[in-house]
């Protein structure tokens, strides 16, 4: 059974408090005494706490400790935990979760165990398993969407992955953009929570048609959150029309203490929503993945504070963006967590005038800023116009309704431009956007500008064509042929050969291939072995 301790908060129009994190390593008890100290404590008084341990990895090469033959990745981290959960020596693991291409893994554990965690050699950090919150027609033509479709860039041939509270896929805004859905969600006791699985199947994972479709009350914001993105029914559409959906579903609904009746999604299933993301790179173009939640307030990067950092860094990697809202919480000197991760690329909100909205967090470190607001009628109230589950359509504030505006404009970059990388595209971003001051804390940030985005890289991308030097093709000059006259009699005396005058076809030289070049799979180091990054078959594993 799988329980958490850690939610994620819906990021849309809710405004709540949050803990104020300046410090780099805090969350991590291995390196904070603070942390350790107040999570020490809960432990104690609560019988017990979930947390999420990541695991040393070592780069450094020990040649009298190297072994022969290549591994993936993933079935070196498993060795990895294998050693890790050896080196502790304990008999029973409580709800023990592996991660696969995290160097990491989830346990329910008491004070002494936890104290137990923070001396042992093998395990890099350990943190809380927290728990995050969720944080159109007016706001595409804001962003310059419909001019970029006119360039012929509208996301087509790409997909975003939306993790929330599920999307579905049978409303008229979004049918047929699924091309696969996943869920992770917790079930069971904890310390008094009671914890229930919004999958389907009532269990914790599910993977194909109807796992992420969402919860019968209280699952909208997934579905509004798919909408911005990619939405279209011929009268109004979303950011990227031509672009399809990764569905996941990763909260869960906890009644308790923590919250009653609320949903929340907990870092662990956070995390093996990203790697399920990470996994289907190979099936599908992904442009994006948008993360509307979040907790917590960071004033610099928390890569060091989450575990989440990994896998959003090895999404980075395979050149897929993690978009994620700043949050709600009207802080003017910091974000929130997952945002502030600095592989990440963070969201805050506008409303259609350009002006900051005064709930949108915003730091030094916010990356890009997208409308959150439509102006309405006092009846409808102020949102961004997109679709929620069953058949009908509302407006929704917030970062969270922001931050689908990027990832959708991920999707239409990549589709014009289908070799940019993620760096590049924000670069783009930031060049051309709109640069907008917020009157709270006089920070200028750029507001996104969709059609001058793909009017500058498309610009760039011809350049780029322009300036390449072909390489030089050798000229193969044909051996002289002798030519042998025909003779009807051998002793007959040859009458003079006149050549005709006809021009002769050219030389067509043979279609020749060149070998190709042996592909040598791209490889880091850790504890002496070569492993070799995720995507080459197992025939490619090649022993040295």
């Excluded at 929330?164 to 699924?178: I, M």
């Excluded at 859905?181 to 199947?201: I, K, P, R, Y």
């Excluded at 997952?338 to 470190?365: L, Q, Y």
Aim: charged share 20%; with cysteine; aromatic share 6%.
């Amino acid at each position: 059974m799988k329980l958490i301790t850690t939610v994620v908060v819906l990021l849309s129009c809710f405004v709540g408090s949050a803990q104020t994190v300046f410090a780099q390593d805090f969350g991590n008890i291995k390196r904070d005494q603070q942390s350790f100290s107040s999570l020490y404590q809960k432990a104690k008084n609560n019988g017990g706490v979930r947390v999420i341990v990541t695991l040393n990895t070592p780069t450094s090469v020990n040649k009298a400790k190297v072994s022969k033959g290549w591994r993936s990745l993933s079935a070196h981290i498993a060795d990895i935990q294998s050693r890790a959960m050896k080196d502790l020596g304990w008999v029973n693991f409580n709800d023990l979760v592996k991660f696969k291409h995290v160097a990491g893994m989830t346990m329910t554990v008491n004070a002494e165990r936890l104290s137990q965690l923070r001396k042992a050699r093998s395990i890099d950090g350990v943190f809380e398993d927290r728990m995050r919150k969720s944080m159109l027609i007016e706001s595409v033509p804001v962003i310059g969407a419909t001019k970029a479709w006119s360039m012929g860039a509208d996301g087509q041939g790409q997909v975003v992955a939306v993790i929330d509270t599920g999307v579905d896929g049978r409303h008229e805004f979004l049918r047929g953009k699924l091309v696969n859905e996943a869920c992770f969600s917790s079930q069971g006791v904890l310390f008094g929570d009671s914890l229930t699985s919004l999958c389907s199947n009532g269990k914790t994972a599910q993977f194909g048609s109807g796992a992420a479709a969402p919860c019968v009350t209280g699952c909208d914001h997934g579905t509004h959150v798919a909408g911005i993105v990619a939405g279209q029914n011929g009268k109004v559409s979303g950011v990227a029309p031509g672009a399809k959906i990764l569905a996941v579903q990763a909260f869960t609904l906890i009644d308790g203490p923590s919250c009653e009746n609320c949903l929340s999604a907990f870092d662990s299933d956070i995390i093996q929503a990203l790697e399920w993301v990470y996994e289907q790179r190979n099936n599908h173009q992904i442009a994006a993945v948008n993360l509307s939640l979040g907790s917590d307030r960071f004033r610099q990067s928390c890569d060091a504070s989450t575990p989440i950092t990994q896998i959003i860094d090895l999404l980075k990697e395979a050149g897929i963006a993690t978009i994620v809202a700043s949050g709600n919480e009207f802080y003017k000197d910091s974000i929130a967590s997952p945002a502030c991760i600095s592989s990440a690329i963070s969201v805050g909100a506008t409303d259609i005038k350009d002006n900051v909205a005064g709930f949108s967090n915003s730091a030094n470190i916010l990356d890009l800023l997208a409308p959150r607001l439509d102006y309405a009628p006092a009846k409808e109230g102020g949102g961004i116009y997109s679709s929620i589950p069953g058949a009908g359509f509302v407006r929704m504030p917030g970062t969270s309704a922001a931050a689908p505006h990027v990832a959708g404009a991920f999707a239409v970059l990549r589709s014009k431009v289908p070799d940019v990388t993620v760096d590049q595209m924000l670069a783009v971003l930031k060049k051309t956007g709109e640069f907008v001051t917020d009157s709270n804390n006089a920070l200028d940030k750029p507001r996104v500008r969709l059609d001058k985005a793909v009017a500058f890289l498309t610009k760039q991308a011809k350049e780029n064509d322009r300036n390449e030097v072909p390489e030089p093709v050798e000229e193969v000059t044909p051996e002289p042929v002798e030519k042998v006259l025909p003779v009807d009699e051998p002793d007959a005396q040859q009458a003079p050969v006149v050549e005709p005058d006809v021009e002769l076809d050219p030389v067509v030289e043979p279609d020749i291939k060149p070998v190709p070049k042996k592909r040598v799979p791209e490889f880091e180091v850790y504890d002496g072995i070569k492993v070799y990054k995720e995507g080459y078959k197992p025939g490619e594993k090649i022993d040295w």
